[in-house]
């Protein structure tokens, strides 16, 4: 169950669009769910298929986090899943319990001649009295806090404590049961205290140690800061939603075929961004195309695959290009040069409703990557005829990382600025 709002806690199920066997590409209505607020569609931003409803059309207060469905990996058998459960899935937690309302109190004493004021029961006349309870005793003495703890000699305290054992699981061997050095030098743990940590080791494969040493060397080699900004989107999923519904099955744009769009903008209005750093030759090149790697997460890593001429491309070919390099990245069928090279980067984790924003690692030679948190409704002031009242906004916090080598702080500023610019206006992409 997705957080669709701020406040939500749990949401109801309404109508599911798709069935179990579907298949689902990004922007799908997946299912209705009314949240604290209203009725919303969620719309899928993935490529798959619906394996399984675990809660049907109909269920209430489903907690936020709780499973609703099964999505695999288009192709995918989905018979397996027919005999799945909700336990299968983990469970299910209950929604935290609405805050309790106090009660009010009552502006006039019962009792009153006033008409508006409660009537008195027999039980409120009458002034309550506590009942006095006799305290219980076992008998014996009280014990002090230092009869409480285990007898143990000063020397044999000191040897615990800098050996890091714990006085009261050892038995004392000395007069009457007290804890002697030998008593701690001779303690073994037992159980599950005495076993080492459990773990389990994995060869890295060679993919796994390209990706780790070009990072390495990406965060050491390249002095990396950040600029930030919260994005509005509200128009542009707008214009999205405006484009998928007069494509007649042609396309279907994601919010991250914007995006990818917006970075081409933006590195052309900024061209030092969309440049590398070449130490060895001296210089610093200044790319005249715009090629945008697209990470994309598979099975055995961190992919890149490149939209190449971003810039001179319309959304339905990007759109058409992501999907197919999207898809034989994880199939691991993408060619050396659909992989390697690129201008700019951007990495989108705004599937994730639990990622808010994060920061990127640069991909060198590159200068800069492009981070995506996820689509947030925030409250925002707003002008109406009765006067300024709060409207929903919907939001994206993006994050720059920049080489300091290549790109100074002020330009990369002006980059974020460009961007941000043609994603809240977004009929500037089709100019």
Same mark, same amino acid.
């Given at each position: 169950?997705?957080?669709?709002?701020?406040?939500?806690?749990?949401?109801?199920?309404?109508?599911?669009?798709?069935?179990?066997?579907?298949?689902?590409? #990004?922007?799908? %209505?997946? +299912? $209705?769910?009314?949240? =604290?607020?209203?009725?919303?569609?969620?719309?899928?931003? *993935? @490529?798959?298929?619906?394996?399984?409803?675990?809660?049907?059309?109909?269920?209430?207060?489903?907690?936020?986090?709780? #499973?609703?469905? %099964?999505? +695999? $990996?288009?192709?995918? =058998?989905?018979?397996?899943?027919?005999?799945?459960?909700? *336990? @299968?899935?983990?469970?299910?937690?209950?929604?935290?319990?609405?805050?309790?309302?106090?009660?009010?109190?009552?502006?006039?004493?019962?009792?009153?001649?006033?008409?508006?004021?409660?009537?008195?029961?027999?039980?409120?006349?009458?002034?309550?009295?506590?009942?006095?309870?006799?305290?219980?005793?076992?008998?014996?003495?009280?014990?002090?806090?230092?009869?409480?703890?285990?007898?143990?000699?000063?020397?044999?305290?000191?040897?615990?404590?800098?050996?890091?054992?714990?006085?009261?699981?050892?038995?004392?061997?000395?007069?009457?049961?007290?804890?002697?050095?030998?008593?701690?030098?001779?303690y073994k743990p037992s159980g599950a205290s005495a076993a080492g940590p459990?773990?389990?080791?994995?060869?890295?494969?060679?993919?796994?140690?390209?990706?780790?040493?070009?990072?390495?060397?990406?965060?050491?080699?390249?002095?990396?800061?950040?600029?930030?900004?919260?994005?509005?989107?509200?128009?542009?999923?707008?214009?999205?939603?405006?484009?998928?519904?007069?494509?007649?099955?042609?396309?279907?744009?994601?919010?991250?075929?914007?995006?990818?769009?917006?970075?081409?903008?933006?590195?052309?209005?900024?061209?030092?961004?969309?440049?590398?750093?070449?130490?060895?030759?001296?210089?610093?090149?200044?790319?005249?195309?715009?090629?945008?790697?697209?990470?994309?997460?598979?099975?055995?890593?961190?992919?890149?695959?490149?939209?190449?001429?971003?810039?001179?491309?319309?959304?339905?070919?990007?759109?058409?290009?992501?999907?197919?390099?999207?898809?034989?990245?994880?199939?691991?069928?993408?060619?050396?040069?659909?992989?390697?090279?690129?201008?700019?980067?951007?990495?989108?984790?705004?599937?994730?409703?639990?990622?808010?924003?994060?920061?990127?690692?640069?991909?060198?030679?590159?200068?800069g990557i492009l981070a995506v948190g996820t689509t947030k409704k925030v409250?925002?002031?707003?002008?109406?005829?009765?006067?300024?009242?709060?409207?929903?906004?919907?939001?994206?916090?993006?994050?720059?990382?920049?080489?300091?080598?290549?790109?100074?702080?002020?330009?990369?500023?002006?980059?974020?600025?460009?961007?941000?610019?043609?994603?809240?206006?977004?009929?500037?992409?089709?100019?």
């Amino acid at each position: 169950m997705p957080a669709l709002s701020p406040t939500m806690t749990a949401g109801n199920i309404g109508t599911w669009q798709k069935a179990a066997g579907d298949k689902v590409s #990004p922007g799908d %209505v997946l +299912v $209705e769910i009314e949240t =604290d607020k209203a009725q919303m569609d969620f719309e899928f931003q *993935e @490529d798959g298929v619906l394996a399984k409803i675990l809660k049907e059309s109909g269920e209430k207060d489903v907690a936020v986090g709780n #499973p609703i469905a %099964v999505m +695999v $990996e288009e192709g995918e =058998d989905v018979s397996p899943f027919e005999s799945f459960t909700l *336990e @299968d899935a983990g469970g299910e937690k209950a929604p935290p319990p609405p805050p309790k309302e106090e009660a009010s109190e009552a502006s006039e004493p019962p009792g009153t001649s006033s008409s508006t004021a409660p009537t008195a029961s027999k039980e409120e006349s009458k002034p309550s009295r506590p009942t006095a309870q006799e305290s219980q005793s076992k008998g014996g003495r009280l014990q002090t806090s230092l009869e409480r703890q285990p007898a143990i000699s000063p020397r044999a305290k000191a040897l615990a404590l800098e050996n890091g054992v714990p006085i009261k699981a050892v038995k004392g061997t000395g007069p009457k049961g007290q804890i002697t050095e030998k008593d701690i030098e001779n303690y073994k743990p037992s159980g599950a205290s005495a076993a080492g940590p459990s773990y389990e080791d994995f060869p890295t494969s060679s993919m796994r140690k390209t990706i780790a040493t070009r990072l390495v060397q990406s965060v050491n080699q390249n002095p990396h800061y950040f600029v930030s900004a919260a994005v509005s989107v509200t128009k542009l999923l707008k214009l999205r939603q405006a484009l998928n519904s007069t494509a007649d099955g042609k396309y279907k744009l994601s919010l991250n075929d914007f995006l990818i769009k917006a970075c081409g903008v933006a590195c052309r209005k900024v061209p030092a961004v969309n440049s590398s750093w070449r130490g060895d030759e001296g210089l610093i090149r200044q790319y005249n195309n715009v090629d945008i790697s697209v990470a994309v997460a598979t099975s055995v890593g961190l992919m890149t695959p490149i939209v190449k001429g971003v810039d001179g491309l319309g959304l339905e070919k990007i759109s058409a290009q992501v999907k197919d390099l999207g898809k034989r990245a994880r199939d691991g069928k993408l060619k050396p040069e659909e992989y390697q090279g690129g201008t700019f980067t951007i990495s989108n984790m705004g599937m994730n409703p639990a990622v808010e924003r994060f920061t990127a690692v640069i991909n060198p030679p590159q200068a800069g990557i492009l981070a995506v948190g996820t689509t947030k409704k925030v409250a925002i002031p707003a002008e109406t005829d009765s006067g300024t009242g709060v409207e929903w906004d919907d939001q994206i916090v993006v994050t720059g990382s920049f080489d300091h080598k290549v790109v100074d702080g002020a330009v990369a500023g002006e980059w974020i600025r460009e961007f941000k610019k043609v994603v809240e206006n977004p009929l500037e992409l089709m100019l």
